[in-house]
């Protein structure tokens, strides 16, 4: 679900001159923008001024946007874990002194 966002830019380094813009924000995406923002003493306007002044001074984004490419070893291991964490025949410990115990019996059967 989405949230509409009211974002005001400045435009200018020494003026006041805004405009409104509206934005779509994934509702999730922006309670924990929100949250961060808040952490870090800025709005969300003040943060989407600064993104937008960093993309002008970088000429583009001011980050690499790529898809992640994992080699087929990893995306097998991710596989597995997956396969594992919901598969109701291996076992799950609650903490981690009961893994330990199990680790450190001799009688474990393998």
């Known amino acids: ?3 509409d966002c009211i974002i ?3 435009k200018g ?3 006041m001159v805004t405009s409104p ?3 779509r924000i994934d509702s999730n995406v922006k309670t924990e923008a929100n949250e961060l923002f808040s952490e870090l003493g800025i709005d969300m306007s003040s943060a989407v001024n600064i993104f937008l002044r960093q993309c002008v001074l970088h000429g583009g984004l ?5 898809i992640p490419k ?3 070893e ?3 291991a ?4 997956k396969r594992i964490s919901i598969d109701p025949n291996v076992p799950s410990y609650s903490s981690m002194e009961d893994l330990k115990k199990l680790c450190c019996k001799t009688d474990v059967q393998r």
């Open 78 to 81: 991710m596989e597995e874990a």
């Open 62 to 66: 001011p980050f690499k946007v790529e």
């Open 74 to 76: 990893t995306l097998a």
């Open 13 to 15: 380094a020494n003026t």
């Open 70 to 72: 994992f080699n087929t």
């Open 8 to 10: 005001i830019i400045l």
């Open 21 to 23: 813009t509206q934005i």
């Open 1 to 3: 679900m989405y949230t």
